[in-house]
């Protein structure tokens, strides 16, 4: 019983990281439906820099985190307003060549800027903490928390602020949303602000539990797809509890069949989920 507890907390360290990468791609697909391709490659651009601002300048972890957000903020703004806004009237098809040349944009950016090594963020966070038998380190504890405190922002803000609402009424109805006075050139540069601002978070979460290298952006997104069509397309609660099923299956497949298929473990499980729910489990009919 303790193995289990431990596998399902660290279960819900990468569960979290998955969450934020679902959430941010849950909420340009569900206002503009266009797979963002890119945003696993965004998400490492973030950490990258992170990495950067840590080691070369010498900052603070907690500001290099901030100086990394604001500039994701500005990046979301750039994504939308050079790549996606130009296609957003034309077919599908458009936005999705687009999605992939911008994604080996950035994976060609990073690697110019930051090299082909693998880093991880140093830390020093690395006490380790027991409750019950059940081992937590000080990391997996911080990781929990803060993708806690942003999945709950993420929420209010969604739900209770005028803003949010607007998003909401946008991608349920966008005609009806201009009706009411809704500035719909403007949502989507929110969108991919915060989109972009929780990529880069989710993007020094993995450089700080594990490494970033090139071509794990891919891996990323992919995951973050998966926790979609788990979760249900659109839903932002299906996001979340998608994020943790994903995460938490991979960390019991690792811990007690083998890590080599985590992955292929984790993704049949959603295959089963959606064979008795094909709308995810958070999804409607």
Request: aromatic letters at 8%; glycine letters at 12%; a neutral charge.
């Amino acid at each position: 019983m303790i193995e289990i507890l431990q596998q399902i907390i660290n279960g819900v360290a990468i569960g979290g990281v998955y969450v934020l990468i679902a959430l941010g791609l849950t909420t340009v697909f569900g206002i503009l439906g266009i797979a963002h391709f890119a945003h696993g490659s965004v998400s490492m651009f973030g950490g990258y820099l992170t990495f950067f601002l840590v080691v070369t300048w010498g900052l603070p972890l907690f500001a290099a985190i901030l100086i990394a957000i604001v500039v994701g903020l500005v990046l979301g703004v750039l994504i939308e307003l050079l790549a996606y806004r130009p296609v957003r009237h034309a077919s599908h098809i458009n936005a999705f060549i687009v999605a992939l040349g911008l994604t080996m944009m950035v994976e060609g950016l990073n690697l110019e800027f930051f090299g082909h090594e693998q880093v991880v963020i140093p830390t020093d966070l690395s006490r380790v903490f027991e409750i019950g038998g059940v081992t937590i380190p000080e990391l997996r504890l911080y990781v929990i928390i803060a993708a806690a405190v942003l999945i709950g922002a993420m929420t209010i803000f969604v739900e209770k602020t005028k803003t949010g609402q607007a998003i909401r009424a946008v991608a349920q109805n966008r005609d009806a949303a201009i009706l009411m006075g809704v500035n719909v050139n403007t949502i989507p540069i929110v969108v991919f602000s915060i989109s972009t601002a929780l990529g880069v978070c989710a993007g020094v979460m993995v450089g700080s539990l594990f490494a970033i290298a090139p071509g794990i952006g891919e891996g990323l997104v992919v995951k973050g797809f998966a926790v979609l069509i788990l979760g249900g397309l659109g839903s932002i609660p299906g996001a979340v509890v998608g994020g943790l099923v994903l995460g938490i299956t991979e960390a019991l497949a690792a811990g007690f069949i083998s890590s080599a298929y985590k992955d292929v473990i984790a993704f049949l499980a959603m295959i089963l989920v959606l064979l008795v729910r094909p709308q995810g489990l958070m999804g409607k009919a």
